[in-house]
């Protein structure tokens, strides 16, 4: 059984499955358990949404079919009158409410819907069928055309013409159509309960008032009871609470006992007509052996004065008591609780602003419930499953048998998810999904760790002027944590196995909205973060295309919630090439990688002055020198200092040796540019010097280095090697690709890599040295930060803002800060200025010098030095610098 091929049947559901762990395969049922093939017992609480109601393999069903057996009943005899279908009409026209009574038996409910449709048309020679909004009718095309949600109907250009749909419960809009639209409408089709639409149960009156409506218009009223019939609410049908009695009754779903798979259609004396009779027939209508299944249901059903029905009510009270209870426990966790006999649902709140960006993301992904179901599957053993029409409300359906007992252990493991909610311990919802099924021992309370979502205050009549969106993901492990708190439990291999599985879910979703950001000028956006579920290993390991084509995806859901422009937070530049995959799109796009630069020299700089460092002495290093970030920090370095050190990657010797060597010439040229202009700091200082000494040289070598210098083909390293060389000077730039070898010879470092693995570790780093570390992931390891405590390391690219904003966990950051790249974003969005920026490898530092600009026009500014988790004060600093002394000095007498 294992070895079949799992995907055969549908490989879209397949997938869902696989990724949620819900893959099981059963070989076994009795009563309310399955057995899957590995010998597991679960208890199954769906009754296959209805269609199961005594549980599997009934004994009493098998009687029957082994009396037909027996008999030798002709299952298909049509023309003919087959004797068992004919027994079943008989019996459906004696329970059904009012005068129902001709029967067109099918296969399944969609059938009987479709029935209905073409009953109700040729009867009464009008087209439309109204519906309600949220309802579910079936996916044939005419059943689906009923269904009232528009992304079952899109993909099969649904709905058909000749429908329409109201809302539920609204008695006056029924009204308003009725009236104005009763000369062309032939049916009304309502749900007792609204099934798949969440447990949405009929208003008191709603049904009675909606019948009174269709026989005063002359319209069919047409009850869907597919789902709620037989039993189901506590009643034989749902409609006989209210006394109602519809022209057209369709039914399904129980009537087959969980065995065979039966219909009908059943209509009163003056609906039929000739024509519905003489054109509708089904091949497989009528079959004696289903029908011989279905007349034992209702016999047991109707057994003992319907005892069985009765039970069902009880045994429904005792359900929606006990989830009630819940739901008043846990109040932030749980919305509602509503339903009918043993059709009940409970809605879980919204998770938009839960304080997780993972959780938020399953809920907008309508995937939320699907994790709880595989939750109470793999670490329970009980088997629940969500609502078609309602992703935050889980089914809680189960065998019309079902025992208090069970009903007890189904309840006391929705107070573990309902605890496990209401104190945001999302993680524990995780474990099984990374191989640990354990039934959570302890519930930590993380609410005083979780964070709201907090907007700018706007006065009255103030609104967004102007949107935006951001697209995230985490790149590293501890992203996870900070994001959310109840992550901290996980070890870092734990966290690993975690991303590898969310990258199984591949499609972005918001995870953040963000009502409103007002800058210092009183100009104010609103904007969203979106998210891709994936790690930096992950996101890095993505083929180049299907990257682009995820990262597209996200902005085209920015574009379509109105953003004027879509930044890319992390690595997602780095895998769309700078962002040059994803422009386009009719979104104005940025990496937001020139203001991560402008604040991490700042931060940079700043951190080397409180640790002493004389910049025009010292040595800087970039790391991930050849990328964009590390680009426009090298030549912003070049400004403050002469002697500079670009690393490269180890992994790519020869291309990364050529563009180490192309900045190169760029930094020289730089200079250059600088000099002529008059500003000698850094860099131009050491040409200036240079152009002097070749100046004083008599010979004809010296005139040609100077004229090269100052030519058009501009500085090569070699040629600045040369020059040096004949000078008996040190060139002021190095390159490498031996962080180990050489980046202890550097005073000041920006670290800027790609790296999806850490880069810098303890041994690597010279005493008082000063890192800003601005790579997403993290570059520097997190050993640097517990054992070298005479080494300043500053997480850079973070930015001050006018307000004390938070995006919900907000990237882990206090209020009223966060990254740089994201405050690119958010400023062009300020300004209105929708132009693709920061596009590519090569930044632009005119655009830096803008983006400054804009920053102190809207009231941001570096938001002061942070070291590890915490931000570093002055004090913090000068312990720092005196660990470095101390340890200069050990080193001097050893």
């Known amino acids: 059984m294992l070895s079949l091929q799992r995907d055969l049947l549908n490989p879209t559901l397949a997938d869902i499955l696989e990724i949620f762990k819900l893959d099981k395969i059963y070989t076994k049922g009795k009563g309310s358990y399955l057995w899957d093939s590995d010998g597991i017992r679960y208890l199954d609480f769906i009754a296959q949404y209805g269609a199961v109601p005594f549980g599997y393999n009934p004994d009493f069903i098998w009687e029957r079919l082994n009396e037909v057996r027996a008999k030798a009943v002709p299952s298909l005899v049509q023309p003919s009158l087959p004797c068992e279908a004919l ?15 001709y029967c067109s038996f099918c296969q399944s409910g969609a059938e009987a819907v479709e029935a209905a449709i073409k009953l109700a048309r040729s009867t009464t020679g009008k087209e439309l069928i109204v519906s309600t909004e949220n309802s579910f ?60 639409g969440g447990i949405i149960a009929a208003q008191p ?41 519809p022209d057209i ?35 497989f209508a009528n079959n004696n052996v289903s029908c011989a299944v279905g007349a034992a249901v209702l016999e047991k059903l109707k057994e003992n004065e319907q005892e069985l029905v009765k039970e069902v009510a009880r045994k429904g009270d005792y359900l929606l008591k006990r989830i009630s209870r819940l739901a008043a426990a846990y109040p932030d966790a ?27 993301f399953l809920a907008d992904q309508g995937a939320f419930t699907i994790l709880l179901a595989g939750f109470l599957l793999n670490v329970y053993n009980i088997r629940l499953a ?14 019309l048998t079902i025992s208090y007992e069970e009903i007890d252990a189904v309840v006391s493991a929705l107070e573990d998810v309902c605890k496990i909610l209401e104190y945001r311990d999302y993680a524990k919802m995780y474990r099984y999904l990374i191989g640990d099924a354990s039934k959570p021992s302890k519930v930590t309370d993380f609410r005083p760790l979780s964070r709201k979502i907090k907007s700018s ?62 800058s210092k000028n009183n100009a104010i956006i609103e904007g969203w973060l979106i998210g891709v579920p994936f790690g930096g290993r992950e996101i890095m390991n993505l083929p180049r295309k299907k990257a682009a084509e995820i990262i597209g995806k996200a902005v085209d859901i920015g574009r379509e919630l109105g953003a004027g422009i879509v930044g890319l937070g992390a690595l997602t530049s780095v895998v769309t090439r700078g962002g040059r995959s994803v422009t386009g799109r009719d979104v104005a796009i940025t990496s937001g990688n020139s203001y991560t630069t402008l604040i991490a020299m700042e931060a940079l700089f700043l951190g080397a002055k409180k640790m002493q460092i004389n ?18 920090c090298a030549l912003i370095l070049s400004e403050k200092m002469n002697r500079i050190t670009l690393f490269g990657n180890p992994r790519h010797i020869n291309s990364s040796r050529n563009r180490l060597n192309s900045l190169a010439r760029d930094i020289f040229g730089y200079a250059r540019q600088r000099m002529q202009n008059g500003k000698l700091e850094g860099m131009s200082t050491w040409l200036s010097e240079v152009v002097g000494m070749l100046d004083k040289c008599r010979n004809s070598k010296g005139k040609t280095y100077l004229e090269k210098i100052m030519g058009t083909e501009g500085i090569s390293l070699d040629l600045a090697n040369e020059i040096c060389a004949y000078l008996g000077i040190n060139c002021p730039i190095e390159t490498s690709i031996d962080i180990a070898e050489d980046l202890s010879g550097c005073d000041v470092i920006v670290a800027a890599s790609n790296s999806p693995e850490y880069l810098i570790y303890p041994g690597h780093l010279r005493s008082g040295a000063v890192v800003c570390d601005v790579a997403r992931p993290a570059d520097v390891a997190p050993e640097v930060y517990e054992n070298r405590k005479d080494v300043l390391v500053l997480e850079g690219g973070l930015v001050q803002y006018p307000d004390d904003i938070c995006f919900g966990p907000n990237l882990g950051y206090r209020d009223g800060v966060n990254l740089a790249c994201l405050t690119e974003t958010i400023l062009l969005a300020l300004e209105g200025d929708f132009t693709d920026y920061s596009i590519g490898n090569k930044l632009s530092l005119e655009t830096v010098q803008y983006l400054r600009e804009l920053a102190q026009k809207h009231g941001f500014k570096l938001a002061g030095l942070k070291m590890g988790s915490k931000e570093i004060s002055d004090e913090d600093i000068k312990i720092i610098y005196e660990n470095s002394l101390n340890y200069c000095k050990m080193a001097e007498n050893m």
């Open 457 to 518: 205050s706007l006065r009255k009549g103030e609104k967004p002027e102007r949107k935006f969106a951001f697209v995230i993901h985490y790149p590293a492990p501890e992203d996870v944590v900070m994001n959310n708190p109840s992550f901290v439990s996980y070890k870092r291999d734990e966290l690993y196995s975690f991303l590898e599985w969310e990258s199984s879910t591949s499609d972005p979703a918001v995870v953040c909205h963000m009502p409103a950001i007002k």
């Open 137 to 196: 009718h079936g996916k044939t095309l005419g059943a689906l055309s009923a269904t009232g949600k528009d992304s079952y109907q899109k993909p099969f250009r649904a709905p058909s013409p000749g429908f329409m749909r109201i809302p539920y419960n609204d008695i006056d809009e029924l009204h308003r159509v009725l009236k104005a639209e009763n000369d062309n409408i032939a049916a009304f089709i309502v749900e007792p309960i609204q099934g798949e």
């Open 249 to 283: 009754m369709v039914l399904a779903k129980a009537l087959g006992g969980g065995i065979l798979p039966i219909g009908v259609c059943i209509s009163s004396p003056r609906v039929w007509n000739d024509d519905f009779g003489t054109l509708h027939s089904s091949t």
């Open 334 to 360: 749980v919305k509602e609780v509503r339903g009918k006999g043993l059709m009940l649902g409970i809605e879980f709140h919204d998770l938009a602003d839960c304080g997780s960006y993972n959780m938020a």
């Open 87 to 101: 027994k079943l009409a008989n019996m459906l026209a004696d329970c059904t409410p009012g005068d129902l009574k």
């Open 205 to 245: 009156g709603y049904l009675a008032a909606a019948q009174e409506l269709c026989n005063k218009y002359d319209v069919l009223f047409i009850v869907d009871e597919i789902q709620t019939g037989l039993g189901r609410t506590g009643a034989l049908f749902a409609c006989e609470h209210e006394s109602v009695e």
């Open 386 to 399: 969500p609502y078609l029409n309602n992703s935050m409300t889980l089914r809680l359906e189960p065998t």
């Open 615 to 632: 910049l025009t002495r010292a040595r800087g290093g970039v790391v991930g020198a050849t990328g964009s970030i590390g680009r426009a």
